[in-house]
């Protein structure tokens, strides 16, 4: 079965500094995969996301990920987070053997101005 | 505006009493799905449904149930809520499964007592 790891489950962070979050994945096959961010009392919005061909994808808000098939992993990163980056950010799989995207557990963000 | 929107928001409800949380989208996707979000677990889906008439289980289906009569709702029922339903619950839809975005409602925080 798929599952996606996200080894940072809390990060605090000062104003300006550079952020990477990291999320790996367990299936080898095809792979859709995807940030999402859940700011506090709100919905899950998309930030990014890899489909396929180049594998440095750039989001929204300044953020980019890199896809690296032979690590399995889709880091996050910003070269220079602000306050209002504070939220939750949620790594997700979605592999051609399920009906459904597989989430990690989150990465906390708390970025102090 | 593309939205998916899910009532009621907040809702706090005792053990065995039935209650319907709706799932409405306005985008003409065919693909819906009920997450339950528990912290440090991330998201985990419930049902989903590829389209009208066509739903199947997800992860963590025990307790639930759903429907989708039309292309556009897909209601969750809890018959018989349980303490360990108390959750914030998710509904998103996409236009199909593979290579699209999955569009997140913003919630309804469940407490069962």
């Known amino acids: 079965a798929q599952s996606v790891s996200q080894h940072n489950h809390h990060v605090i962070l000062s104003e300006a500094a550079s952020l990477e979050l990291g999320c790996n994945y367990s299936?080898?096959?095809?792979?859709?995969l995807f940030w999402y961010v859940q700011y506090p009392g709100q919905h899950l919005q998309l930030l990014l996301k890899y489909f396929s061909g180049d594998p440095l994808v750039k989001g929204i808000k300044g953020f980019e990920a890199e896809f690296i098939k032979s690590k399995f992993s889709f880091n996050l990163r910003k070269p220079s987070v602000q306050w209002s980056d504070t939220a939750e950010y949620f790594c997700a799989v979605k592999d051609t053997g399920r009906r459904a995207l597989t989430f990690g557990s989150g990465t906390r963000l708390q970025v102090q101005p | 505006e593309a939205q998916v929107t899910q009532n009621p928001r907040y809702l706090i409800t005792v053990t065995g009493k039935k209650l319907t949380v709706t799932c409405s989208q306005n985008m003409n996707h065919e693909y819906m799905s009920w997450y339950r979000q528990d912290p440090g677990l991330g998201l985990r889906q419930i049902y989903y449904s590829m389209n009208v008439e066509v739903t199947d289980k997800g992860d963590v289906p025990e307790g639930y149930k759903v429907s989708r009569k039309e292309k556009r709702n897909f209601p969750l029922i809890l018959e018989s809520p349980s303490p360990n339903q108390t959750s914030l619950y998710f509904c998103?839809?996409?236009?199909?499964?593979?290579?699209?975005?999955?569009?997140f409602g913003a919630g309804t925080r469940l407490s069962v007592l």
């Open positions: 998103a839809s996409s236009q199909t499964l593979d290579r699209n975005v999955q569009y």
């Open positions: 299936y080898g096959g095809t792979v859709n």
